[in-house]
T-cell receptor, first 112, second 112 residues
Framework: QKEVEQDPGPLSVPEGAIVSLNCTYS??????FMWYRQYSRKGPELLMY????GNKEDGRFTAQVDKSSKYISLFIRDSQPSDSATYLC????????????FGAGTRLAVHP | EAQVTQNPRYLITVTGKKLTVTCSQN?????MSWYRQDPGLGLRQIYY???????DKGDVPEGYKVSRKEKRNFPLILESPSPNQTSLYFC???????????FGPGTRLTVT
């Protein structure tokens, strides 16, 4: 079993839809959670960074962490064709779990 | 502008011809890392560095070397490239291990 599981998609939605992207993890020591957006043939770009549980909002993006369920989500409201990209989750802990672990990425296509 | 730069962005070479991919960051980050990204395999860490003169192997270090003589630079060296090292390479930096990483634009390497 991988430490971080992420459905590769692809996920195809119409413009304006609410998108939900998710990752599950197995290591309860993880407490730093990130979402990256990667356009084709470009470097991953940090979108959201949260510590421990709860929600964080930035414009159309909301990151949610549920540590009890070992589940994190990224919501995109009013999705745009420019949101079409691969979204990677990443997480780490402290102590002996410092290494940042990436999910495989979910490919999202938003069509007009 | 805070950034990670890599050079070259594209490189086609032949088996056995030594090459170096440079990486530089201007954020005064202690932690730097190299990844390769291949279809279906996600991001895999090659080497990382916790600080100047401190480097260690990641998950796929075979065939690669690194050095960290200055805080801002972290070159990746392929002493005898082989076709299985054809990949998309990313350099990343972070204030410290396990925290948010900032990626360079990528280097697409083809070894024939």
């Amino acid at each position: 079993q991988k430490e971080v599981e992420q459905d590769p998609g692809p996920l195809s939605v119409p413009e304006g839809a609410i998108v939900s992207l998710n990752c599950t993890y197995s290591n309860s020591a993880f407490q730093y959670f990130m979402w990256y957006r990667q356009y084709s043939r470009k470097g991953p770009e940090l979108l959201m960074y949260t510590y421990s549980s709860g929600n964080k909002e930035d414009g159309r993006f909301t990151a949610q962490v549920d540590k009890s369920s070992k589940y994190i989500s990224l919501f995109i409201r009013d999705s745009q064709p420019s949101d079409s990209a691969t979204y990677l989750c990443a997480m780490s802990g402290s102590g002996g779990y410092n290494k940042l672990i990436f999910g495989a990425g979910t490919r999202l296509a938003v069509h007009p | 502008e805070a950034q990670v730069t890599q050079n070259p962005r594209y490189l086609i070479t032949v088996t056995g011809k030594k090459l170096t991919v440079t990486c530089s960051q201007n954020m005064n980050h202690e932690y730097m890392s190299w990844y390769r990204q291949d279809p279906g395999l996600g991001l895999r860490q090659i080497y990382y560095s916790m600080n100047v003169e401190v480097t260690d192997k990641g998950d796929v270090p075979e065939g690669y070397k690194v050095s960290r003589k200055e805080k801002r630079n972290f070159p990746l060296i392929l002493e005898s490239p082989s076709p299985n090292q054809t990949s998309l390479y990313f350099c990343a930096s972070s204030p410290r291990e396990g925290r948010e990483q900032y990626f360079g634009p990528g280097t697409r390497l083809t070894v024939t």
